[in-house]
Every structure is written in C-alpha cells, then in structure tokens.
Nanobody, 124 residues
Framework: QVQLEESGGGLVQAGGSLRLSCAAS????????MGWFRQAPGKEREFVAA????????YYGDSVTGRFTISRDNAKNTAYLQMNSLKPEDTAVYYC?????????????????WGQGTQVTVSS
C-alpha cells in the first residue's frame, strides 16, 4: 500500500512558477513509477509527466514539454513537479499517482494509487 499527498499548489500569475511535491508513505516508494496528472473542470484527466523507478527516464505530455520537469528523491519518498512558464490553460487540480508497472505509463488506469490532488490556478 502507498499513500500519496500532494502539496505546493496555489495561485500564480501567467509566466510564473510553482513546484508541486508528492510525499509517499511506505518503504517501497522506489519501486513505483510516479506520474503527475491534471484535471480541469469539465475535462478528462490528462497525463502531465512520469518518471521511472530510478529517475533515469522521464516522459511528458505535449502541452507541458519544455516547461515542466518531473523528478524524485527516493531517499525522501517524494516526487516533484517543477512548473515554469505557467499559462492560464495549466489551471487544474494536479494529482500524483504511483504505478507498479515496470515502464512509464500515460494512461490513468495503469496507476494503482492516487493522491487527493492540489489546485493550481494561473491568472492571466
């Protein structure tokens, strides 16, 4: 079992930055692929980024490539999402998720555990 808790959301102006954190419980954090997703009102949950067990591989959604960076610190059981050059269309609830798969997944159904989400609002 893994419990996830996001933090770091908030209100920021367009062009600004935020760093989200995802703290995980349990001793097996390093065995999970970690992902970030987001969901805006009235829209489906969207893949944002994912990182492999050893952080040697990362993958990003097209809309955030070049602006967002995912990372993890297995010693601290924490994953991060650094978000730069934020745009109003980045406004959403951001969720972190953990997958026991061996490879990076972009489908929400492939993730076993989810956090409660943190709101990110970008004003124009």
């Amino acid at each position: 079992q893994v419990q996830l808790e996001e933090s770091g959301g908030g209100l920021v102006q367009a062009g600004g930055s935020l760093r989200l954190s995802c703290a995980a419980s349990g001793r097996t954090f390093s065995r999970y692929v970690m992902g970030w997703f987001r969901q805006a009102p009235g829209k489906e949950r969207e893949f944002v980024a994912a990182i492999s067990w050893s952080d040697s591989m990362t993958y990003y959604g097209d809309s955030v490539t070049g602006r967002f960076t995912i990372s993890r610190d297995n010693a601290k059981n924490t994953a991060y999402l650094q978000m730069n050059s934020l745009k109003p269309e980045d406004t959403a609830v951001y969720y972190c998720a953990a997958s026991s798969n061996l490879w990076i997944e972009v489908r929400p159904t492939e993730y076993d555990y989810w956090g409660q989400g943190t709101q990110v609002t970008v004003s124009s």
